[in-house]
């Protein structure tokens, strides 16, 4: 892999921190909206947005959660189990399964929409993921989160290589189906900016190791308001350099948004 | 005064950083406007002759590496995305044809350099690294980074000029849009252009190869507009006292062919007879009579109607012989009389057979 992939992610690292320190204390619960951190959601709080998974807290200890309308089409559930702090770091493990085939299956066809040649049919396959997340407030300014990641997928036949969708966000998720396992690890930070307003900032890298096209990284950024416990609504933008079967592209994808909600019962 | 303590300036700056950091690419290039079309050299140069008095000149739509297999977009076939053998086998097919034919200057429509349903292989630098050719000139035709439709996904096709000598320039000309799509479909569709590429050959200060593929499947009048415009252009470089060879596919009859219409034979199954695109020429029979009058054919129009079967170069069914004409090669000065072929034997490796003539280099 080249160093120059690994500098995109530090320097975007960087530009990030002086944001940070900028903040002002949060003084905030960890534990609410917490979906990108090893905290979880205190018991009986269900947080749901519209492209956010929904995400319940079952126990102190487990988490479920699942992308509601994509299940129509990808069945999918994550479980967040949280283990106890270790010299001052909160760990968790989320463990998720994805089965694509129906989804795939309907944009494999003619016309518009056809995201994949009808010329295939796409067998079943499914994916599981498992990742350790640790997460550490260094200071009331600054939640960091670390996660590492494998997963797993297995396919009932051989996938034919001209089927992958070769587009940010989709192509590197799906890669693992071509190629039995990945790796993907990541950093998380957040904080409160001012009054309501908050911040994440984050960065991903995938690494497939038997892919010809093996790196791809993605950065997302977004600024949230938080009206209540109850109610926030974020806007920003994602970034992503990949990997394709052409070569490699950058896309900045705009705006990112989403509305969520909470509730205790 | 602004600070590095002020969120709100580290977050506009960060925002900024990381926009212009990036190479933003549309997701399907308009081409609205004139302009310089992409050069390429191949990776071992051949020496060109340095004297001339002859060069020949082919005109040749590949059909993008595709060669006779049922594709989905012109044959009745279901086939969408070829393999990487599929695209090389009929590459080194069409390769083999120009070794064998030496021309000089060749014309490709439908050549791909970075499009899913061919593999991604970049045609242009392929034939040019299998070849004698030196330089290359590309305009793209469908420049889209995502076709949602088919499975079509990332498409770079166009229009080349391969050439022996050095190429002093070559400039993308947009032809006009069909004009009987709906905005999502023609957002999504071909942007036609016209290459013209000043090739530095010997001696001769002031020669172009002008390469265009007019519309296929339009029902108004685009086809008409894009041959219009392609006169025009070649006018233009005669009147400033240019030679020229030009041509390609002009998805057209030649005045006075005698079969004019091919709708029911090129029918699929099931297939509504007047929904059908690019099938029925009867109305545009006409349309290239003005290029016939002004300038030389390669293949005269009175040798064409004596024997018109012998001149067919193309054909919409993936396993039938040549049915039309719709190739052409014009020049401002002269062709060698008698040196023209219409290769017809090369059956297998694209839907449009190559044309071939010797052209006579000005003293």
């Not at chain 1, 908050?198 to 791809?216: C, M, Q, T, W």
């Not at chain 2, 004698?132 to 889209?144: E, I, L, M, P, R």
Request: with cysteine; proline share 5%; glycine share 6%.
């Amino acid at each position: 892999m080249k160093i120059s992939k690994i500098l995109i992610g530090l320097v975007l690292f960087m530009w990030g921190i002086p944001c940070i320190m900028a903040g002002e204390i949060n003084e905030g619960d960890v534990s609410l909206w917490s979906s990108g951190t090893a905290y979880l959601l205190p018991k009986d709080r269900l947080e749901f947005g519209i492209f956010q998974p929904a995400a319940y807290g079952l126990s102190e200890s487990l988490e479920l959660s699942t992308y509601v309308l994509p299940n129509i089409l990808m069945p999918n559930l994550s479980v967040k189990w949280k283990h106890s702090a270790i010299a001052g770091y909160d760990w968790a493990t989320r463990h998720s399964f994805y089965y694509p085939t129906p989804l795939l299956r309907t944009v494999s066809k003619k016309g518009i929409g056809g995201l994949i040649s009808p010329e295939f049919t796409m067998p079943h396959m499914v994916a599981f993921h498992n990742e350790i997340l640790v997460s550490k407030r260094f200071d009331p300014r600054l939640l960091v989160t670390a996660k590492a990641g494998l997963t797993f997928a297995y396919t009932s036949e051989d996938l034919d290589e001209r089927t992958t969708i070769d587009l940010p966000l989709i192509f590197p998720r799906l890669a693992v189906f071509y190629n039995t396992y990945n790796f993907r690890m990541g950093i998380d930070l957040q904080g409160l900016i001012v009054r309501r307003w908050h911040y994440v900032v984050d960065s991903d890298i995938f690494l497939v190791p038997k892919a010809e096209e093996n790196f791809a990284f993605e950065h997302k950024g977004l600024i949230i308001w938080r009206k209540s416990t109850r109610f926030q609504m974020c806007l920003g933008y994602k970034l992503v350099y990949a990997e394709y079967p052409f070569g490699t592209q950058w896309h900045l994808l705009l705006p990112l948004f989403d509305f969520q909600w909470a509730r205790q019962f | 005064m602004t600070s590095f303590k002020n969120p709100r300036f580290m977050i506009i700056v960060w925002l900024v950083v990381s926009i212009t950091w990036l190479r933003c690419e549309p997701w399907v290039e308009q081409f609205e406007e004139i302009g310089d079309a992409v050069i390429y050299t191949a990776e071992q140069k051949s020496a060109p002759p340095s004297t001339v008095e002859t060069i020949t000149v082919m005109t040749w739509n590949i059909r993008f590496g595709a060669g006779r297999i049922p594709w989905f977009g012109d044959s009745c076939g279901d086939r969408v995305i070829l393999t990487k053998d599929e695209v090389f086998t009929h590459l080194q097919g069409i390769a083999n044809k120009i070794n064998e034919i030496q021309p000089d200057v060749l014309i490709i429509n439908e050549i791909d350099i970075e499009s899913k349903r061919s593999a991604y292989i970049d045609q242009m630098q392929w034939l040019l690294d299998h070849t004698y050719f030196n330089y290359g000139a590309f305009a793209s035709v469908w420049k889209v980074q995502f076709i949602p439709s088919d499975g079509l996904g990332r498409m770079n096709m166009g229009n080349a000029v391969l050439s022996r000598w050095p190429i002093l320039e070559a400039i993308r000309i947009p032809l006009p849009q069909r004009g009987d799509q709906d905005e999502l479909t023609k957002y999504f569709y071909l942007r036609r252009n016209i290459l013209k590429v000043k090739i530095d050959l010997p001696n001769v200060p002031n020669f172009y190869a002008v390469n265009v593929h007019t519309s296929a499947f339009a029902k108004d009048d685009t086809k008409m507009k894009h041959i219009d415009i392609f006169k025009a252009e070649l006018d233009e470089l005669h009147e400033a006292g240019a030679y020229f060879v030009a041509g390609g596919d002009l998805n057209t009859l030649p005045p006075g062919a005698t079969k004019t219409y091919f709708c029911l034979e090129d029918r699929c199954f099931g297939e509504d007879v007047n929904e059908m695109e690019g099938c029925d020429f009867t109305k545009e029979v006409t349309w290239l009579q003005d290029l016939y009058d002004t300038y030389q054919s390669a293949v005269p129009l009175d040798e064409y109607l004596t024997n018109e079967e012998r001149y067919f170069t193309n054909t919409s069914h993936w396993d039938g012989f040549w049915q039309k004409k719709l190739d052409y090669l014009f020049t401002n000065y002269q062709w060698i009389a008698g040196s023209d072929s219409t290769h017809q034997e090369a059956t297998d490796w694209s839907d449009h057979t190559p044309i071939s003539v010797r052209w006579g280099v000005p003293e």
